[in-house]
């Protein structure tokens, strides 16, 4: 059907770009994570300061946890760029050697 294509077309384009641009994919969502998390953070001090109570210890919880996994979310990023960059080294590689073996062949010829 034209939605099953349609869908499985939109998860192909987004599975390329992240894995020639890990980097950028990888930063949009941590940094997103990473926002909420300070955003949660800054609400509970508000009620902290405002109201002078322990209360909305919710907010401080989630909001750690959304601090700690966007930052691992950027990590990932991070480690997934320097691997698409050997990877990219390493397929350069190839090629020259495949290129030399074959100019050895015709000039053996």
């Given at each position: 059907?034209?939605?099953?294509?349609?869908?499985?077309?939109?998860?192909?384009?987004?599975?390329?770009?992240?894995?020639?641009?890990?980097?950028?994919?990888?930063?949009?969502?941590?940094?997103?994570?990473?926002?909420?998390?300070?955003?949660?953070?800054?609400?509970?001090?508000?009620?902290?300061i405002?109201?002078?109570?322990?209360?909305?210890?919710?907010?401080?919880?989630?909001?750690?946890?959304?601090?700690?996994?966007?930052?691992?979310?950027?990590?990932?990023?991070?480690?997934a760029?320097?691997?698409?960059?050997?990877?990219?080294?390493?397929?350069?590689?190839?090629?020259?050697?495949?290129?030399?073996?074959?100019?050895?062949?015709?000039?053996?010829?």
């Open positions: 059907s034209t939605w099953g294509y349609l869908k499985n077309s939109i998860a192909t384009i987004v599975r390329i770009y992240a894995m020639y641009e890990p980097l950028k994919v990888f930063s949009y969502i941590g940094g997103t994570s990473f926002f909420l998390g300070f955003i949660l953070g800054c609400r509970y001090l508000y009620f902290f405002v109201e002078s109570t322990a209360g909305h210890v919710q907010s401080l919880i989630l909001s750690a946890i959304l601090i700690i996994v966007g930052f691992q979310i950027i990590l990932i990023g991070l480690l760029d320097l691997i698409s960059i050997n990877r990219e080294y390493i397929e350069n590689s190839l090629h020259r050697i495949k290129k030399s073996k074959l100019d050895l062949k015709e000039e053996f010829r």
